[in-house]
């Protein structure tokens, strides 16, 4: 176990929707980053959260967003979801700077129908 | 990094045998590289990494050696058990401002025969 925590495990919207996924990061670790992972791919960066601001997005539309609270836990928002957004969610804690090894979530498996 | 190539896509073994995943990577700036295990309905776990100023590491019975002038990377699991199927994932890191910003390969699925 890594300890760090996804909510929902599993979520189901209708295109159009918006969508609020959760984390909460591995005691100790200050950084969360986001990624995308669509069936038999690797995950894709979506952006990454440190000191609560963005600190880094990957080639992702700004419909993309998150927030990063004072307790290091962190949200992905997407709006305006497409059916091209049905992916695991994965999000990853890690502590900022040369050694942060990054310590991943279960996942959270959206589906938009 | 930039872009992360993995091979083998699919990697069938018997039980006891060795499994050698390889990747290569583009961007010149990348020194960390971790390996990750992903099993059915979990998120990916680290299961070993390298730093850009070490050669090769192990652990038990996996290694990962780096040819940083090459630009690729290795991870070696010996005397292989059914336990190990899973699929692996390697990735890199450019560092500096980019810390704990991965770029993962496309992943290789091992299967390992009783």
């Known amino acids: 176990e890594t300890g760090v925590t996804q909510s929902p495990t599993h979520l189901i919207k209708t295109r159009g929707q918006q969508v609020t996924l959760r984390c909460s990061s591995q005691s100790g670790h200050n950084t969360v980053s986001w990624y995308q992972q669509a069936l038999g791919q690797g995950p894709q960066f979506i952006f990454q959260?440190?000191?609560?601001?963005?600190?880094g997005r990957g080639n992702f539309p700004p419909r993309f967003s998150g927030l990063q609270f004072p307790n290091y836990s962190s949200e992905l928002n997407v709006n305006a979801l497409e059916l091209d957004d049905s992916a695991l969610y994965l999000c990853?804690?890690?502590?900022?700077?040369?050694?942060?090894?990054?310590?991943f979530g279960q996942g959270t498996r959206l589906t938009v129908v | 990094g930039e872009n992360v190539e993995q091979h083998p896509s699919t990697l069938s073994v018997q039980e006891g045998d060795s499994a050698v995943i390889k990747c290569t990577y583009s961007?010149?700036?990348?020194?960390?590289f971790p390996w990750y295990k992903q099993e059915l309905g979990k998120g990916p776990q680290l299961i070993i990494d390298?730093?850009?100023?070490?050669g090769e590491k192990k652990d038990q019975r996996i290694a990962v050696t780096l040819n940083k002038t090459a630009k690729h990377f290795s991870l070696h699991i010996t005397e292989t058990q059914p336990e190990d199927s899973a699929v692996y994932f390697c990735a890199d890191d450019a560092g500096g401002t980019s810390y704990g910003k991965l770029t993962f390969g496309q992943g290789t699925i091992l299967t390992v025969h009783p």
């Open positions: 390298i730093r850009s100023n070490v």
């Open positions: 959260y440190y000191r609560e601001e963005e600190n």
């Open positions: 990853a804690s890690s502590l900022q700077g040369e050694g942060g090894e990054a310590f």
């Open positions: 961007d010149s700036a990348s020194n960390y």
